[in-house]
């Protein structure tokens, strides 16, 4: 059964830094893009974040770029989001994603598989 679990959510300040992991099981990461997508209160789901199966190639949202880092170890089957320099407006439910293919991804339509989240908010 295929499984993302996400962790190192949290409360931190405006200007802090948080790193979230995601550890993949049931399915092997190798040949999927992996990314990141958020979901604010009262807003639409956001893809934050993706990386091709080789980590050749990543996007970033504009309202991350910057400030967010995606990585990727195949061999540990573990997908990171390092954040930084952390805003009000990123705080929203944090989702890791597999997607569809190998190469990297922008809309939520192409999500092919997503964890439960984890809850990150930063205080102003």
């Known amino acids: 059964q295929e499984r993302l679990v996400e962790s190192g959510g949290g409360l931190v300040q405006a200007g802090g830094s948080l790193e979230l992991s995601c550890a993949s099981s049931?399915?092997?990461?190798?040949?999927?893009?992996m990314g990141w997508f958020r979901q604010a209160p009262g807003k639409e789901r956001e893809v934050v974040t993706t990386?091709?199966?080789?980590?050749?190639?990543?996007y970033y949202s504009d309202s991350v770029k910057g400030r967010f880092t995606i990585s990727r170890d195949n061999a540990k089957n573990m997908v990171y989001l390092q954040m930084n320099s952390l805003k009000p407006e990123d705080t929203a439910i944090y989702y890791c994603?597999?997607?569809?293919?190998?190469?990297?991804?922008?809309?939520?339509?192409?999500?092919?598989?997503g964890g439960r989240g984890t809850q990150v908010t930063v205080s102003s």
């Open positions: 049931g399915r092997p990461i190798s040949t999927y893009a």
């Open positions: 994603a597999r997607g569809q293919g190998p190469v990297v991804w922008a809309t939520m339509d192409e999500v092919g598989f």
């Open positions: 990386i091709s199966r080789n980590a050749d190639s990543t």
